[in-house]
């Protein structure tokens, strides 16, 4: 009998056990599906607004994101999260998995954030024409009212720019385009044989993604000093606060010199984040397939300037920052006179030569470099391929090159030449410019006074201004800047 009552005994310890566990569970329960209603209880954000930068108008943007905290210690629940100014701007949103929809009236209702929880907002824009002739404000606010009759809110800013779109442009007789408007194009531009393309000052050419120039004819780019004309690619927002999608390479192709095209003329040009800068195909080099001044070819994930037997004049110009080589030819006749070619790709350290030249793959090679600046990270940033049966002809004239000085019968092609001492870490390198900063990729290779370059250009060769268009003065310097206090 006792043993009987022993165990009756433990049953019911058991039961009020399991029934006082139901109990909390259902209170926990209870709790957790009750909403505050007071006022004091309020929702956190991760910013307080979502700024697109700028962007074309009707071009959908990339997707901005925020989060919705509640670090209180009470369940919130919004009775409606909508777009202010609904259909009026052309912002979409979804909201933890929910999008605000025309159909919806651009809102949705009863978006529970409970204690110590969080949801996700997902922005974008396409914006109509604003019929402007400059980037115009896109604002609304996503409204956030809560239970409580709060309302809380965040800002959504851009700026949209009307912009030509063009799927392509096939240039069959001579066309000149114009800075009326940014041109977006997302196909290529191909200029056929016998027909010339003019690009006029201070023109912004953007292009999408594989899109770039294709000449078989002639191209002119004609920008001017304080005029330049500008190919780059189309994203004009950012990857991070800090850095613009414009810093980094390989958003378009480039401008690509077909066999057939002959006179080109690049000057004032900013060529920047493509996948190449300019490739010239293998032409007659009796006639000139490339000038090229006052122009910069830079931060792209191939070569700068790749030149395949061709010939081609390069002067005042900054070839830098490139996966491949700044420079690279593969035979041809070449001059380059007063340039600086400074190889500080930061985005992978398997980066090309700032020049290399060879004759294997042509007839042969005449290069000539005078007055330039030729440096970069490594200890040496040139490099020469020489195949023995075919010209291999050089000459480099008052330049400073980042290489090892040298002693063989290959020495009298250098003349009045500064062989960068890799160990001098106070004047050469990174240390003949303004600035090199790899961690936002910001860079500015005019001189800094205590560069080795001031005053060691030959005056006799020396251009008479620089790459900006300034004076160079009695003293030039190497490179394409001259340094200016």
């Not at 670090?71 to 777009?83: E, I, K, S």
């Not at 004239?397 to 960068?420: A, M, N, Q």
């Not at 106070?426 to 900063?437: L, M, P, Q």
Request: proline share 3%; hydrophobic share 35%.
């Amino acid at each position: 009998m006792v043993f009987h009552v022993i165990l009756s005994m433990k049953r019911l310890l058991q039961y009020i056990y399991l029934f006082a566990t139901l109990t909390t569970l259902v209170a926990a329960c209870a709790e957790d599906d009750t909403f505050t209603q007071s006022a004091a209880y309020r929702l956190a954000f991760s910013t307080d607004t979502v700024r697109l930068d700028t962007t074309f108008s009707n071009v959908p943007t990339a997707t901005c994101t925020f989060w919705v905290f509640n670090r209180t210690g009470a369940n919130v629940r919004c009775a409606g999260v909508r777009l202010e100014h609904g259909n009026q701007t052309g912002f979409r949103v979804n909201v933890d998995g929910t999008y605000l929809s025309p159909s919806a009236g651009y809102q949705v209702q009863n978006v529970e954030v409970r204690k110590g929880d969080s949801v996700r907002v997902f922005v974008e824009l396409t914006s109509a024409y604003n019929h402007g002739n400059g980037p115009l404000p896109v604002e609304d606010n996503l409204i956030f009212t809560l239970e409580s009759g709060v309302q809380q809110k965040v800002r959504l800013n851009a700026y949209s720019w009307d912009a030509t779109l063009l799927r392509g442009l096939e240039v069959r007789h001579d066309t000149t385009i114009a800075p009326d408007r940014p041109v977006v194009f997302y196909g290529d531009i191909k200029v056929a044989e016998g027909a010339t393309l003019t690009i006029a000052p201070g023109t912004t050419l953007y292009f999408h993604d594989r899109a770039g120039i294709d000449v078989s004819g002639r191209l002119l780019s004609k920008g001017e000093a304080g005029r330049e004309v500008i190919l780059r690619g189309d994203r004009i927002d950012r990857m991070f606060d800090y850095l613009p999608y414009d810093l980094t390479p390989g958003h378009w192709q480039g401008v690509r010199l077909r066999t057939s095209s002959y006179d080109n003329e690049i000057t004032f040009t900013d060529i920047h984040g493509g996948y190449y800068g300019v490739l010239c195909d293998s032409a007659d080099v009796s006639r000139t397939t490339l000038t090229l001044e006052n122009s910069t070819l830079h931060n792209v994930q191939g070569s700068g300037l790749s030149v395949t037997h061709a010939a081609v004049i390069a002067r005042n110009c900054q070839f830098t920052n490139t996966l491949g080589n700044c420079v690279g030819i593969s035979g041809g006749r070449v001059d380059i006179n007063q340039c600086t070619l400074a190889q500080f790709y930061p985005l992978d350290s398997k980066r090309g030569a700032a020049i290399r030249f060879a004759n294997h793959r042509s007839l042969g090679l005449n290069l000539t470099v005078t007055n330039s600046l030729i440096t970069g990270y490594a200890d040496d940033v040139m490099v020469g391929d020489k195949t023995d049966s075919i010209d291999f002809n050089y000459a480099f004239d008052h330049c400073i090159i980042r290489t090892p000085k040298l002693e063989t019968k290959d020495s009298v092609c250098f003349t009045h030449v500064v062989f960068e001492d890799p160990k001098d870490t106070v004047k050469t390198g990174e240390k003949h410019f303004v600035k090199i900063d790899a961690g936002k990729l910001r860079y500015d290779f005019r001189l800094r006074k205590i560069s080795l370059a001031i005053g060691a250009a030959d005056k006799a060769t020396a251009l008479p201004t620089d790459r900006l268009g300034r004076r160079r003065d009695d003293n030039p310097d190497i490179g394409c800047y001259e340094w200016s206090e």
